[in-house]
């Protein structure tokens, strides 16, 4: 064996982990919330500093609502690695860490990947990824990131759900920790976004919209606002609005989808984990989990990128496809006040927004050109 491929498969560095308060500035979602989390002294905290996203007002969606909406959205596309797992990543690879995991595994379409093989790299621990073969499944962006980090990345001939059924059996098998959000501990870190954006608004939202892949986020969500709720921060709680991409919809059919379909690929999903836990957020919410086309997942992402200047990616923006679909059904009361979860950046995948803009034109190096096409002469 080569020195190379070696160092491949041994685990380098001790964890990085971060000293207790006092330090400057944002401690991440550990230290922030460490009261509400499965946490305590002997758990080593392996941080990026996630969370703390901006709640960003949204007045051009609130206008296309109308009825007084007021509109805000949750961006987690400025977490560390660009998403909301950074939030349940935290809490899964520190637990790791705690019970002396030297490796961990994941099925991803993209995003879990990316931020498993961060924080795996900052716990020197060996990460393992599963991610659909085909081509396009996985947004270029989150791709670099796995392989940039280090993770080992192995591509299946078989879609997501075949391959966290793999990831599964081998987590049970062998020494390697799984955290996908069947760990419990990625539900309870993400559940940290639900606290946040209570704590920016002074009060819970009376809807709030998410897209629905695996499920486990609207899980989170709704167990965070329960929490607060159940400890008296917030009076009153929201109805979960969760949206699927109309071809990997397996919640609202009401069965499996062998074959999901949907340019939105982080939800590409047709068995998702946590669909008990999306029901129970939707019934006792009192919300409704729909469908959305990637049609109307394309129109919100543009709307976003250039009348709110914020941009998501097309999973994202199914929040906001779905938003607009229930306002022009006149789902929302008067007067609503409507958090969208924006659950990653839009440069995690930049082959869409240059599929769907037209592209630079070509001019002369001459101030004459300039000037005619920008329609000055
Ligand atoms: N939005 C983005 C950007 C995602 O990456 C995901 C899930 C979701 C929404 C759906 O969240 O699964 O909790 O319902 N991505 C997972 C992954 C499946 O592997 O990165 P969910």
Request: hydrophobic share 40%; aromatic share 6%; glycine share 10%.
């Amino acid at each position: 064996m080569s020195e190379g491929s070696k160092n491949k498969v041994k685990v380098q560095n001790p964890p990085v982990t971060d000293p207790r308060p006092p330090t400057p500035g944002w401690p991440g979602i550990i230290e922030a919330y460490r009261a509400f989390l499965p946490v305590t002294d002997a758990t080593p905290v392996i941080t990026l500093r996630e969370g703390n996203t901006p709640l960003i007002p949204a007045p051009a969606l609130g206008r296309r609502v109308g009825r007084g909406a007021q509109v805000y959205l949750k961006y987690e596309g400025l977490n560390p690695t660009g998403s909301f797992k950074d939030r349940g990543m935290t809490m899964a690879i520190s637990k790791a860490a705690e019970t002396g995991a030297q490796a961990v595994i994941c099925a991803s379409t993209g995003n879990t990947s990316a931020s498993a093989a961060a924080y795996a790299a900052r716990a020197g621990m060996k990460c393992v990824v599963l991610l659909e073969q085909s081509a396009g499944a996985i947004a270029l962006g989150k791709l670099s990131q796995a392989l940039i980090h280090g993770a080992t990345v192995l591509a299946v001939e078989g879609n997501f759900d075949q391959a966290l059924h793999l990831v599964r059996k081998i987590s049970a098998d062998y020494p390697i920790a799984l955290v996908n959000s069947l760990n419990p501990y990625r539900i309870q870190g993400q559940k940290s976004g639900a606290f946040e954006v209570c704590d920016s608004l002074g009060r819970a939202p009376d809807y709030h919209c998410i897209p629905v892949g695996n499920a486990g986020n609207i899980t989170a969500y709704w167990m965070g606002y329960k929490e607060y709720h159940g400890c008296g921060r917030i009076a009153s709680l929201p109805r979960m609005i969760g949206f699927q991409a109309e071809g990997a919809a397996p919640i609202v059919r009401g069965a499996p989808v062998p074959e999901p379909k949907t340019l939105a690929t982080a939800i590409k999903i047709g068995n998702p984990a946590s669909w008990k836990g999306a029901e129970a957020a939707r019934d006792e919410s009192g919300g409704e989990i729909g469908t959305v086309t990637d049609e109307e997942i394309l129109e919100a992402y543009r709307i976003l990128a250039q009348e709110e200047g914020v941009f998501c990616e097309p999973a994202s923006a199914a929040s906001v496809a779905g938003l607009l679909k229930k306002a022009a059904a006149g789902g929302f009361t008067d007067d609503a006040l409507i958090v969208c979860v924006l659950t990653g950046h839009g440069l995690k995948d930049p082959d869409r927004a240059l599929a769907v803009v037209e592209k630079p034109t070509s001019i002369p190096a001459t101030e004459e050109a300039v000037v005619k096409a920008i329609g000055f002469s």
